[in-house]
């Protein structure tokens, strides 16, 4: 089971990391900030297991703009048709709070429940220079067997957060 997850894992972070793109300046090398999603929300519904299609639900860049795709883990979508995709934004304040609860959830332990493979949530955090990255992950979110109540309390901050964000976005 474990190895499993851990490829899942490897999977989706190579996947989500594959799904953004970066212009980059060809006389300094260095990528365009401006072009790199600084927090990702991705979420991995139980049974993905063979699709390989996988895509952030949220991008939100570091000046506030965002782009929702709202079908990205929907299973009636198929998988050779990219999501559909909204362009909006979130309101700065959102964002400042966002990044404060997300570096104090990186301290916590989110835990991990005995049963693994209903699905997964997963919270990046890209900065540039990408130093302070953050990659919050939640195996089987709505499931708390076998976690401390520490761990629930921890993952219910990481779901307020998830659904904060997300009810944030304001479409164009």
């Known amino acids: ?74 299973a009636e979508r198929k998988p050779e048709t990219p999501p559909q995709q909204l362009e909006g934004k979130i309101r700065p304040e959102v964002v400042r709070s966002a990044l404060t609860e997300i570096k104090e959830l990186a301290t916590l332990d989110l835990g991990t429940p005995s049963i693994t493979d209903h699905g997964t949530q997963i919270i990046d955090l890209m900065p540039q220079p990408p130093e302070q990255t953050v990659h919050l992950i939640v195996y089987a979110p709505d499931l708390s067997e076998g976690l401390t109540t520490d761990q629930q309390s921890a993952r219910k901050r990481f779901a307020d957060l998830y659904r904060t964000l997300l009810d944030a976005f304001v479409k164009n």
């Open 1 to 74: 089971m474990r190895r499993t997850m851990s490829a899942l894992v490897v999977l989706v972070l190579a996947l989500v990391g594959g799904g953004s793109t970066a212009a980059a300046d060809p006389e300094s090398g260095s990528a365009d900030a401006d072009s790199i999603a600084l927090l990702t929300l991705t979420t991995i519904p139980g049974g993905w297991q063979e699709r390989t299609d996988l895509r952030p639900i949220l991008e939100v860049f570091a000046d506030g703009r965002a782009i929702k795709k709202p079908d990205a883990a929907a």
